[in-house]
């Protein structure tokens, strides 16, 4: 298995270290153990939440940060209840047998492991193990137009006929269409002089006729707006920051 490089990983970030989020478990559904599961970004619900699984899914509830693992007993794609959701889906995890154990899922996030290696099953003989197929979440081959939103996040954003190829951004995040947008969007922290601004960023929609170009191999993405759209769809995002101190003439409290 190849891990990722220890000075990326984030050790509140699943995504940094082999998983994708799947969605957030709702509420409980019915009285046999199945939950809802809502804002299910991801285009493989089907084969990552409605197929019985062993260890492929992750639960993490608020306030941990690593993911435990659960098995997958069945799972089906319902309409979603949320406004602009497509679909939520409604799933029974293993050893989760009634209404109480599946309320006490509710606000976890719901993550899939990216499992690329083949276990190999035990045995009391002394011949060779024999590989034991596992269900795993790699997902299938996409469409020329669809992309992951993993593989989108990083790569640097170029003009469509700059001759001095200079860079204009980097891709730090995807707004989905769900989020009562037309188009799903590219957000692009720009450059400025060459230098990335951490707080300047800009929103493109991801259309072909604006983002003709996706070079996933060489993390390249080039983008076409029209005249006008970059400027208009620029922001910048500050945080807020709290400065906490005793104001002039403020005696100091004493240690208790």
């Given at each position: 298995?190849?891990?990722?490089?220890?000075?990326?990983i984030?050790?509140?970030?699943?995504?940094?270290?082999g998983?994708?989020p799947?969605?957030?478990i709702?509420?409980a559904?019915?009285v046999?153990?199945?939950?809802?599961?809502i804002?299910?970004?991801t285009?493989?619900g089907?084969h990552?939440?409605?197929?019985?699984?062993?260890g492929?899914?992750g639960?993490?509830?608020q306030?941990?940060?690593?993911?435990?693992?659960v098995?997958v007993i069945?799972?089906?794609?319902?309409m979603?209840?949320?406004?602009n959701?497509?679909?939520?889906?409604?799933?029974?995890f293993?050893?989760i047998?009634?209404r109480?154990?599946?309320?006490?899922?509710?606000?976890?996030?719901?993550f899939g492991?990216?499992n690329?290696?083949?276990p190999t099953?035990?045995?009391t003989?002394?011949s060779?193990?024999?590989?034991?197929?596992?269900?795993?979440?790699?997902?299938?081959?996409?469409?020329?137009d669809?992309?992951l939103?993993?593989?989108l996040?990083?790569?640097?954003?170029h003009?469509?006929?700059?001759k001095?190829?200079?860079?204009l951004?980097?891709?730090?995040?995807?707004?989905?269409?769900?989020h009562?947008?037309a188009?799903?969007?590219?957000?692009?922290?720009?450059?400025n002089?060459g230098?990335?601004?951490?707080?300047k960023?800009?929103?493109?929609?991801f259309?072909?006729?604006?983002?003709?170009t996706?070079?996933l191999?060489?993390?390249l993405?080039?983008?076409?707006p029209?005249?006008?759209?970059?400027?208009?769809c620029t922001?910048?995002?500050r945080?807020k920051v709290?400065?906490?101190?005793l104001l002039p003439g403020?005696?100091a409290?004493?240690?208790a």
């Amino acid at each position: 298995m190849e891990f990722p490089q220890t000075n990326l990983i984030d050790p509140v970030d699943p995504t940094t270290f082999g998983f994708v989020p799947l969605g957030m478990i709702s509420a409980a559904h019915g009285v046999h153990g199945h939950v809802r599961i809502i804002k299910a970004e991801t285009d493989f619900g089907i084969h990552r939440l409605c197929t019985p699984s062993i260890g492929a899914i992750g639960l993490r509830p608020q306030g941990r940060k690593f993911p435990r693992f659960v098995g997958v007993i069945e799972g089906r794609q319902v309409m979603g209840k949320e406004k602009n959701a497509d679909f939520d889906y409604l799933v029974k995890f293993k050893d989760i047998n009634d209404r109480n154990a599946a309320s006490r899922l509710r606000g976890c996030e719901v993550f899939g492991w990216i499992n690329t290696t083949t276990p190999t099953s035990t045995s009391t003989s002394t011949s060779t193990p024999t590989p034991t197929p596992t269900p795993t979440l790699t997902p299938p081959t996409l469409p020329p137009d669809e992309f992951l939103v993993r593989d989108l996040v990083g790569c640097n954003i170029h003009l469509v006929g700059n001759k001095q190829d200079n860079k204009l951004g980097t891709i730090s995040s995807i707004i989905l269409k769900e989020h009562a947008l037309a188009h799903d969007n590219l957000e692009i922290k720009l450059c400025n002089a060459g230098i990335v601004d951490e707080f300047k960023f800009a929103l493109i929609p991801f259309v072909p006729t604006i983002v003709p170009t996706v070079d996933l191999k060489s993390k390249l993405v080039y983008i076409d707006p029209p005249s006008g759209l970059l400027e208009s769809c620029t922001f910048v995002r500050r945080e807020k920051v709290v400065i906490r101190g005793l104001l002039p003439g403020t005696p100091a409290r004493p240690p208790a």
